[in-house]
């Protein structure tokens, strides 16, 4: 299992998590705030490509937009999302709007054929409160 992180995409300020670059100070936007991979994610035979984001809401609701691919057929990205605060710790889990999986803290994309990319959208949830103390995410993934 790979851990990649979420990164704000402007302002911000370098750390070093287990197995993952993380990049904090979120600052809100219009719509919430979005953070931003810089980087593609692999996992396995599956690639998440760089500029997937997720936008989380003050209201409590979150939604993603992403590109994967794998180089094996019938495969699956499967990805739990971790809330955590500026002081680097866990607030909780995004919960998924529409669970895909037995778990309904994970976000997966199945991906049948390794000649193509497939765009995924999920949407997905979290307590209101939260939306101040969030000072980044942390994503757990695998293939």
């Given at each position: ?96 709007s ?32 939260w ?13």
């Amino acid at each position: 299992m790979r851990l990649g992180t979420l990164v704000k995409s402007a302002a911000v300020a370098l750390a070093v998590l287990g197995g993952g670059l993380a990049v904090t100070a979120p600052a809100s936007a219009a719509t919430g705030t979005a953070f931003t991979v810089p980087n593609d994610l692999h996992a396995g035979d599956c690639t998440m490509f760089h500029g997937a984001t997720w936008v989380l809401n003050s209201d409590g609701t979150a939604s993603f937009d992403g590109t994967v691919t794998s180089s094996d057929d019938r495969d699956a990205w499967l990805m739990t999302v971790h809330v955590m605060d500026h002081n680097g710790a866990e607030l909780g889990l995004v919960g998924n709007s529409f669970p895909n999986t037995p778990d309904p803290n994970k976000f997966a994309q199945n991906m049948p054929d390794s000649r193509l990319q497939y765009r995924w959208l999920a949407t997905g949830h979290f307590p209101a409160s939260w939306y101040g103390l969030i000072g980044y995410l942390r994503l757990e993934n695998h293939c």
